[in-house]
């Protein structure tokens, strides 16, 4: 049986498995983009994809998933296979930096508040770096925030994360007024 302290957080694609399992200049990269909001760049996208699902299918994860949580107050999935077919009749595994970024799940049964009519149901779900991957129910699920195709808020995350940025924003003002550099707050 193993020890609590050593399987705790095992099946979270936290900061030190990141660290073990990605290039140096890559997981370096990708703490800027998590730490400072630099943009995620599709290359160092691929090379975290690629470590994320070498680490998921070694937990057990066959497929994954951009997991987030709609107006409905009940969180949502929609899965996708890891595998992709070759001309020749089989299947190779793989998974995208462009699919870890974004993904189109449909959004019409989601409550629309009046922002959409049911045939304009195109829902985007965006990666959320600031949130760990985790391996469930042998799915990788990948934290993400959900918008309408016009940029409308269709979960709960999505305000949460425009609201820091609007405080970021303002504090770096203020900061400014005490002759202060740049810092993220």
């Not at 400072?36 to 994320?52: K, S």
Request: proline share 5%; glycine share 8%; net charge negative.
């Amino acid at each position: 049986m193993s020890h609590v302290s050593e399987i705790y957080g095992s099946m979270v694609f936290n900061e030190h498995t990141m660290q073990e399992r990605l290039p140096s200049a890559t997981y370096k990269q990708l703490m800027r983009t998590i730490k400072d909001g630099e943009p995620l760049n599709l290359e160092v996208a691929n090379v975290v994809a690629h470590a994320m699902k070498e680490w998921a299918i070694e937990k057990g994860a066959t497929h994954y998933t951009h997991w987030f949580q709609p107006l409905t107050g009940i969180t949502s999935e929609k899965h996708d296979a890891f595998l992709d077919p070759t001309p020749d009749g089989r299947a190779i595994q793989s998974f995208s930096g462009k699919e870890l970024i974004q993904g189109e799940p449909d959004a019409s049964s989601f409550p629309s508040g009046g922002l959409r009519a049911t045939f304009e149901a195109r829902g985007y779900t965006a990666w959320d770096p600031t949130s760990y991957a985790f391996v469930k129910d042998e799915v990788l699920c990948i934290p993400t925030a959900f918008c309408s195709y016009t940029g409308e808020a269709l979960d709960k995350k999505t305000p949460l994360l425009r609201s820091m940025v609007a405080i970021d924003e303002q504090a770096n003002r203020v900061l400014k007024l005490f002759g202060e550099g740049h810092q993220k707050v």
